[in-house]
């Protein structure tokens, strides 16, 4: 069985940066495919980033892309995030599978509980 551990979300000024963190145990994660994914009230849940089995290939929602970075060490998969806008503003997932690493989220097998993150504008 595999848990997923997120951290790192907070409260920051538009424009500011966070890292987000996410750990794995149960399963070494770098034979594992992640994704993060972020859901604002009354919103559904969205895909943001997501990263292939040995950090080989990535993927970027449009909305994220040059703002955001996924990243991979070890058991841990960090989520870079800069020049953030209020927009961004939403609970954000670690989601994790042994082969799907698109945009569906229901694909994935493996979640965290989440970390907020805040953005004031």
């Known amino acids: 069985q595999v848990q997923l551990v997120e951290s790192g979300g907070g409260l920051v000024q538009a424009g500011g940066s966070l890292r987000l963190s996410c750990a794995a145990s149960?399963?070494?994660?770098?034979?594992?495919?992640v994704g993060w994914f972020r859901q604002a009230p009354g919103k559904e849940r969205e895909f943001a980033a997501s990263?292939?089995?040995?950090?080989?290939t990535t993927y970027y929602a449009d909305s994220v892309k040059g703002r955001f970075t996924i990243s991979r060490e070890k058991n841990t998969v960090y989520l870079q995030m800069s020049s953030l806008k209020p927009e961004d503003t939403a609970v954000y997932y670690c989601?994790?599978?042994?082969?799907?690493?698109?945009?569906?989220?229901?694909?994935?097998?493996?979640w965290g509980q989440g970390t907020q993150v805040t953005v004031s504008s």
């Open positions: 989601a994790a599978d042994v082969n799907y690493f698109g945009r569906n989220y229901q694909q994935y097998n493996y």
């Open positions: 149960g399963r070494t994660f770098s034979s594992l495919t």
């Open positions: 990263m292939g089995r040995f950090s080989v």
